[in-house]
């Protein structure tokens, strides 16, 4: 026959067997649910969202002239030019002197997108009811 001691240490190794038993299963069962969370949220968010949009600079037209004046664009060669007009009137067009890149008969927002593949200073222009009006001055840097 046992002891009374020798009882109370078998009771006592099952009930710390049975608690480590629960805290590794649990742990186990909560960490991989968070990690497969966390890489589902993130591949989600990876997959469901589209890239930003690249920056342009922004030139306002407002009562046949540039709002704030003619401004400044700086780039280096081989950037792309990103610019957005944004015009209060229809225009006949708008355009950037030695680029030959136009928008014929533009109203509310024009977008100019190329790459910057010449050197030099250029003028961005618009020509409609207020006459020939310079927008901005592109300046493309080696």
Do not use: C, W
């Amino acid at each position: 026959m046992q002891s009374n001691a020798a009882r109370a240490g078998i009771v006592a190794a099952l009930a710390a067997v049975a608690v480590v038993l629960f805290v590794v299963l649990s742990s186990g069962e909560d960490g991989d649910d968070r990690g497969s969370g966390t890489e589902t949220a993130t591949q989600a968010a990876t997959t469901d969202s589209a890239p930003p949009e690249p920056q342009s600079d922004v030139v306002t037209m407002r009562n046949g002239a540039p709002a704030g004046g003619v401004q400044e664009l700086e780039y280096f060669k081989g950037e792309d030019i990103r610019i957005e007009v944004r015009l209060d009137e229809p225009q006949e067009d708008v355009h950037i002197h030695g680029y030959d890149v136009e928008k014929l008969n533009p109203s509310g927002t024009v977008r100019f997108d190329f790459p910057a593949s010449i050197e030099g200073i250029f003028e961005l222009e618009a020509h409609g009811p207020s006459g020939d009006v310079q927008l901005a001055e592109i300046v493309v840097n080696p």
